[in-house]
């Protein structure tokens, strides 16, 4: 049966895609709103790392505390501290209220209530659909992200630049008030809380990260994945910066080059189904990784705009295929009784290199420069592919049935 006739997921679907399309906007809006205000290049870009700091902080936690609580209220909940913080923005800009700090304290409270909802969206997506569909089901969802990262940019410019980046941000509030009304025409109760076995918090997180770390199968994924996010998130950091500086592109440029590369993550969802049906996941991952540290190395070999949108598009392609398949992978290997805490300790670790890869990649333009520090995130990108060729992973040829440890 396809997904689009399961009410359930078509909701899921819909709650996770409307979202996503404000948050494409807020992400031009909020460094414009803080440029309103007169903030420095650094006051802008610790606005962009403040979101990750709850990821730090309570990352590994909110695993345990997820499985103790029934899933939709929630993500439901999550949504609504998403509006209220964004909604406060446009409010506090009206009364001339609106300052650095505020933004900051809005930039936490939704990155916070972020990383609740994707932990606790994660771990529903398995009961809504058979496991024959998750991979569908993955990529459907990767398919709204691609889709809202191509469109959710130029929206977000026209928005801001019609109404103002308060008035941009007051719309994308909406968006999740809807995403929180698709949440509640959801017919299927959320799995009660899962039991989390004798001890406290702190064992119950140990008791995940032992599952993580202990495991044939997701420990490898987790090592590939932490890798390249260290080094993408310099590349994400320094793209825009050598597009100028080193290439010399307009921002009219550069604006397609980025829709160009998101285009390969695009299809790289449509493709991930059948590469799983033809080859196995084990060798779709395998190729995943082999993808995108290729478009990684094209980025410092490029002189001109063709070679960099190409390998930016190699780069989306490879992602997001490995995306895919990494998540319906792990969602299939993990008992639900456990599935929030593996969620969060993929999250703490993977987005714990985040802010650290765009710091890194800061620190070394001085000695290496823009094309070198892109030199040594390629590097790094290709080792992420060592933890998977050297495991269980490498020729696995159909998702595991029940636990593998």
Known sequence: ?????????????????????????????????????GGSALEVSLLAAVEFVPVLLLGLPVGAWVERLPLRPVLIASDLIRAGALAVVPLAYVMDMLTMPLLYGVAFLIGLATLFFDVAHLSWLPDLVTEEQLTDGNAKLETSRSLSQLAGPGLGGGLVQVLSAPVAIALDSLTYLASALFLTRIGKPSRPPQ?????GLGRQIGEGLRFVAGHRLLRPLMLSAAAAELAFAAVLALQVVY???VLHLSAGVIGLALAVGNAGGLIGALLAGKAVERYGPGPVIVGSIALFAAGAAMLPMSGEVVLFGG?????YLGVVLFNVVQVTLCQTATPP?????MNATFRFVTWGMVPLGAALGGLLVAPLGLRGVLWVAAAITALSIVPPVMSAVRTLRAYPEGVTV
């Open 1 to 37: 049966m396809s997904l689009w006739r399961n009410a359930d997921f078509r909701n899921l679907w819909l709650a996770q895609s409307v979202s996503l399309v404000g948050t494409q906007v807020t992400l031009l809006a909020f460094p414009l709103a803080a440029l309103l205000l």
């Open 311 to 315: 390998g930016l598009f190699v780069v």
């Open 243 to 245: 597009a100028v500086q």
């Open 195 to 199: 039991p989390t076995g004798e001890g």
């Open 337 to 341: 009784g456990l599935l929030g805490r």
